[in-house]
């Protein structure tokens, strides 16, 4: 079955810094990528997703990219600011809607600081 | 507005104990999705259901079973509490529609089950 591993498991920056999460499949079938922050007491939110068929995409201060060959993703964050501080998740899913279950990575602790 | 609820915030059970964590969505979707969540280990899928009535292990489905009787809700039991299913439980559901649409899950607010 798929299975994803994400790094750093925390990472503190100060604002105004960039902040990168990587994460890695191993389900080459892997068709789609999203990330889920979750913020203390509060249920995960998807922020961004990305489909096999495109290697980057990015919304305002977020973007995700891709690379297929070496089964890796991640998730940048620029001009970062306290509000970011949260749990990142990263997940992968295998097939269609109908059948696709995600498995999500191990959570980043993003910390930023003022 | 999307809406999964899970009626149970924080509960405390003793050990064997038979829980039942209820969940309920209003968006008309054919998946849904039990995650438990634990510091370190990210979100972990215990079961998940295709329809009514369908069923699938995840990838931790030991000392767990589930219920989808009706197409908004799904249960998760534990039929025995023991003090390592001390957790945060996270309901989910996304609809079923289209080869690369509908791949985004819904999370409910989340239950805390303690077992002492």
């Known amino acids: 079955g798929e299975n994803v591993e994400q790094h750093p498991s925390t990472l503190s920056v100060q604002e105004g810094d960039s902040a990168v999460i990587k994460c890695t499949y191993s389900?080459?079938?892997?068709?789609?990528f999203p990330w889920y922050k979750q913020e203390l007491g509060k249920r995960p939110q998807l922020i961004i997703d990305i489909r096999s068929n495109v290697g980057e995409k990015k919304d305002q201060r977020i973007a995700v990219t891709l690379n297929k060959t070496a089964k890796h993703f991640s998730l940048h964050i620029t001009e970062t600011q306290p509000e970011d501080s949260a749990v990142y998740f990263c997940?992968?899913?295998?097939?269609?809607?109908?059948?696709?279950?995600?498995?999500f990575g191990q959570g980043t602790t993003l910390q930023v600081k003022p | 507005d999307v809406k999964v609820t899970q009626s149970s915030r924080y509960l405390v059970k003793r050990t064997g104990e038979k829980v039942f964590l209820e969940c309920v969505q209003d968006?008309?979707?054919?998946?849904m999705f039990w995650y438990r969540q634990d510091p370190g280990l990210g979100l972990r899928l215990i079961y998940f259901s295709y329809d009514v009535k369908m069923k699938e292990k995840g990838d931790i489905p030991e000392g767990y079973s589930v219920s989808r009787e009706k197409k908004e809700r799904f249960s998760l039991i534990l039929e025995s509490a023991s003090t390592n299913q001390t957790s945060m439980y996270l309901c989910a559901s996304k609809i079923m529609t289209g080869e690369f649409s509908g791949n985004t899950i819904y999370f409910g607010e989340g239950s805390w089950l303690t077992v002492v």
């Open positions: 997940a992968a899913t295998t097939g269609s809607s109908n059948t696709g279950k995600l498995i």
């Open positions: 389900d080459s079938a892997s068709n789609y």
């Open positions: 968006m008309d979707h054919e998946n």
